[in-house]
């Protein structure tokens, strides 16, 4: 559990300029051809789909959070819920682990953003045509989801080729706010996807 807050973490401190993650930990670079989409499709980091009291409830967590060791029997947060706290701090910092609570400035715009995929739906040819776009790796698999309002529902009707829940991709389209739910987790976003695509490559559009 601390590595998902670990994770959050750093989103936060990225929130001037996201960066993701690639394996190693370090920052991937954004292609320069970037720019080029401005005028279409509106770059967006994922801290701009956290609302602002969320976003300051984030960033202040617990002391005593950090006093837990990794993979102790302590470190299961995830039995704990905010209405076991007496104190509001810490009660707020809870309710955003798990909130849906969206930013409607964000319903119904032409979308940019770098993320990874879990594979939700496959076509016949092993594409991947329904998947949650995630700020990091091994979110909803290796690791707890994270926050509602941090998972995209992406539906891709060409499909895209995954080779591992390492590679980072570029998608955009149109983004509505509508919660999505299944058994992997649950997500405050939709996107009908118009392009996606390895963030490692030229954009040659």
Known sequence: MLKRLFVLAALI???????????????????????????????????????EADLQALMSPPDWLLEITDGSEEDDLSLLSPEDFA??????????????????????VRIRIPGFIVP???????HVVEFFLVPYFGACL???????????????EPGVAVESI?????????????????????????????????YWEADTR
Not at 98 to 103: M, N
Not at 171 to 189: F, H, K
């Open 13 to 51: 401190v990225c929130a001037a300029g996201f960066l993701v993650l690639v394996p190693d930990g370090s920052p991937a670079p954004i292609p320069a051809q970037v720019a080029d989409q401005a005028e279409t499709f509106r770059e967006v980091d994922w801290v701009e789909l956290i609302p």
């Open 87 to 108: 104190d509001e701090q810490e009660a707020r910092f809870f309710r955003a682990l798990e909130s849906s609570v969206i930013v409607p400035e964000m319903d119904n």
């Open 120 to 126: 939700l739906v496959f076509d016949e040819q092993q």
């Open 142 to 156: 290796h690791l707890p989801p994270p926050p509602p309002n941090q998972i995209i529902f992406v539906a891709y």
């Open 166 to 198: 390492y590679e980072p991709f570029w998608v955009e389209g149109l983004l509505t706010t509508s919660l999505i739910s299944n058994d992997v987790a649950d997500a405050a976003y939709q996107l009908d996807a118009s392009a996606v695509s390895a």
